[in-house]
Structure formats: C-alpha cells, structure tokens
C-alpha cells in the first residue's frame, strides 16, 4: 500500500506505467491470437484504442491546467464523446478481428476498460450507463456460454477504474479547496494584524488625549490661577518671568500632544501599502500586479481597513470561482475622485451574484460616503471603489 503523502508526480507516473502496462499486455494477447491475414486489421485497432486513450488524457490535463485546477462535468463535450467511442469501438471490433476466445478475451478486455477512467467527465448517470452498455455490448461478441463472464469481468473493471478516476477527481478538488482555505487563513491572519495595530494606535491616541491632556489642562488651570493670584497680591515681578516660562511650557506641550494624537489619528500610505503587500502576498495561488498613481494615498484608518477588508473578499472570490490566476489592483485619480480598481484579467464564465461578501464590502464603502461598483466586460469580472477626494 502507497504512503498517504506519495507526491503527486508519483503517483501519476505509477498509474500511467500500470496503464501502458495494460495496454501492452491487451495487445500481445490480441495479436498473438489474430489469423496472419487480420494482423494489420488488429494494429489498426490497437492503436486506435491507444491514440483515443492518450488523446483523452491529454484533454483532461489541458481542462484542469485552463480552469485553475478546477474539474468540470461536461455531458455536452463532443470531443470526449467522440474519443470515447472510438476507442471503445476499436476494442469492440478487436474481438471478431482477432477471433479470440474467452480466455483470451478477459485479457484484451483492458483496452475498453482503460477508457473507463475518462468518463468522469460525464455526470454519474451518463457514465455508468455508457460503461454498462460498452462492458454488455463487448460480452456479447463472444460465442458460447460462457460470454457473461467476460461481460462481468469488463463491467466490474469498467466500474472500478471508473471510481477511481472519480476519486482522484475529487482530491484534485479537495486539495485545491485546502490551498484557497489556507490562503483565505492567512490572508485573514494578516488583516487582523493589521486591524490589532490600528486599535493599538487608537488606544494610544485615546490614553494620551484622555490622560496627558486632562493633565494638562489641570496644569494649565492652576498656572492661570497663581498668575491671578499674583496679581492680586502684587507678587515681586521676579516671580512672574518664571510663571510666564511655564505658561509658554504648558502650551508647547499642548500643541506637541495635538500633534502627536493627529500623527496617530492618520495612518502613513506606506503604512497601507505595507499591509496590502501583505495580504496579497499570502493569496500564493494567485499572480496579482499591483499599480499605484502618486497621488492616491490612503492616510483615513476606517478607509485603510475597509480597502483591505475588499481586497481580501475581491482575492478570495477569485480563488474560489474562478478559473483565472491573474488579477491586477490598481487606483488612480480621476476629476476629484480616486478610484480602486480590482480586476481578474482571466474572462469567467460564472454570473455575477450579489452574495452576503459583495453586499458587506459595498455596505462598507457606502457607509463612508463612497461608491462600489461591480462590472463585467468581456467576461472579466471588475470591482470599482470610488473615494471623494477629502475622505481619503
């Protein structure tokens, strides 16, 4: 029995040795028993069955390399139909050809049950009927009584590679549905980072302007009544040069404390930058090119963490529903308004649905007065934010 974790390369130059090794052992059966004057009649069959076969293959890695890993049943798909049946037909017409017996006939019955994995392509109602009426049509060609054992050799084979086949579907399916998961962890992971150092930021904002600047204030009031006290009381001048240097004091410290409060209040664009290079950086299944006008800066925390919320719903939809690996995020700056821009530059084929992601990001945006926008143009699927200018 093979390891769990067998990598996948294994596994797949493993299966493909054991099918060339039926495919080989199917053939020296059918040739070794074909009359001298049919010979060229069983090579044609052979390697009809072994062309469909390798055919077949390759339109299934072409489907799982052009969908992003993503496995569609297609019961309208000619070419697979088209290929099926010739290579079933080629090892049906193998039996009269080579006039083989039924001995010999549950051997090269591994030509017509090598085509059995490619029906996973069909729905399962499709697929095991075409297998059931392949696997009774080819008992059939058989004389004598012993016909149904080679009908069921071929059916119990049929179904089982059949199976199989639909298992390695469905890894293929649950792998890639872990890999979005993680990617969808991580890419939470880093938006919580990031709102932790916002809040961290916003507590520090509110300890220093509650604290510090009660504090102050008290000091500032007591200086205002020895000043007054002063006076009243015709205190030497020598005491107010001193009073009057820590009256100036104590409105330093209040304009550097509003500045400090307003420095945390705005979050630098590298900042935002920073975090957005984080976030795309854990989305690993996708190609994402970002570009940026120097004049969009994004300095507002509530806009920061709602542009970061967006990309990673704009991200993960992609991972999720899409066939395409590429996306481009832009912004730009248009007539007083800047514009985010989300964009899979692959064309899909799904509809645009509203779903609870879309309506919160757009719940979101609209909250703090901006706009969002979903497109599709020639089957690419775009997200347009737009920003007033003093919002940002």
Known sequence: ???????????????????LLAWGTAAYVALAATPSDNLWLSGVCIAISGVSFLLLAALGIRELLINNMIWHVDNGDWRFWLLLLIGYASGIALVDIAQLSVAQGLVVALLVV??????????ALYAVTLNLVVGIVFGLQFDGDDWWLVMLSCLIQQMVLW????????????????????????????????SGRMLERRNMRHNLH????HELATLHMNLQIIEQHIRRHSAPEV??????????????MFAELDNIVTGLKQIPAAHFYDALTDLIDQATTLNVTTHWDDKVSIADPQWCETLLSAAREFLTNVMKHSTGT??????????????IIMQER???????????GLLGVAERVEALEGTFEVTKQEGRVTWIIKIPEGDK
């Open 239 to 252: 005491m107010a040069a001193p009073l009057n240097e820590a009256r100036g004091a104590s409105r330093r």
């Open 1 to 19: 029995m093979l390891p769990h974790r067998t990598p996948s390369y294994v596994r797949l130059g493993l299966l493909s040795a054991l099918g």
């Open 210 to 213: 509650d604290k510090m600047g």
């Open 346 to 356: 692959t064309a899909a084929e799904n509809e645009i649905t509203l779903g609870n």
């Open 114 to 123: 090598n085509m059995a994995s490619m029906a996973v392509r069909f729905t």
């Open 326 to 339: 590429d996306v481009e995020l832009s912004a730009r700056y248009r007539n007083g308004v800047y514009e």
């Open 163 to 194: 199976s199989f086949g639909q298992s390695i579907v469905a890894e293929v399916v649950e792998v890639r549905r872990l890999r979005i998961m993680r990617n969808e962890l991580r890419m939470a992971q880093a938006q919580i980072s990031e």
